[in-house]
Every structure is written in C-alpha cells, then in structure tokens.
C-alpha cells in the first residue's frame, strides 16, 4: 500500500556533497508533512530535517543547520534532502518519514517509514 522508496546514498569524502530523494506512493502526498531520520550504527535514531505539507515551511536539527536543505516536490510526489559539507559524523542510514502532523523533530514516532538508504563519509 504505502510505500516510501530512498534513493541517492552512498560513499563521498569529507566536505564532499549527497542528495537524497524518497518517492511516495499510496498515499494523498500533501496530508503529509515529510522528513528525513537518520541511525547511526550502534545509535538510536536521529532527527535531521522536516517539511511541512506545501513545502513553505522547514526544521533542521542544530547538527545539519546551515549544511543540509530538504525541499519537496507534490506535483512528482517526492522529497529530497540535499547534504552539503558532509562530515564523517553525518555517516549514518537515512529514512525518509511521513506523518500528518509535521512537528517531527518533537517525537520518533510516525505514520510511515522507509527502508533507508547508507550515507557514509569518509575522513
């Protein structure tokens, strides 16, 4: 039914840059506010970027701000999360979330997760 496909992952340098897309399907795109989470390996998971249902409004953990920008796209039903500046401490899988209140940095919790695509950085 629904479903929520990450793509864009992979292994870069330090400073080096990723952007992440996540397609949704089965569900009506703009009830959802979208976000990204991310797990590092041995950790719980991390809140790092939303968006809210028209793409006007964004949140940004302190450890992305500035680095990071999310951006969403209801014609193509997608979101994207552009990573700039990248550190080895960014490493981590990330998941792409929706959820229909758009207040995801408050919880861990949500509607719908993806499956996850890895990000490593390299020093």
């Known amino acids: 039914q629904v479903q929520l496909v990450e793509s864009g992952g992979g292994l870069v340098q330090a400073g080096g840059s990723l952007r992440l897309s996540c397609a949704a399907s089965g569900l009506t795109f703009t009830k959802y506010a979208m976000g990204w989470i991310r797990q590092a390996s041995g950790k719980e998971p991390e809140f790092v970027a939303a968006?809210?249902?028209?793409?006007?409004?964004?949140y940004y953990a302190d450890s992305v701000s500035g680095r990071f920008t999310i951006s969403r796209d209801n014609v193509k039903n997608m979101t994207e999360l552009q990573m700039n500046s990248l550190k080895p401490d960014d490493t981590a899988v990330y998941s792409c979330v929706a959820d229909r209140s758009w207040t995801l940095w408050t919880r861990l919790r949500y509607d719908y997760w993806g499956q996850g695509t890895q990000v490593t950085v390299s020093s």
């Open positions: 968006i809210s249902w028209s793409g006007t409004n964004s």
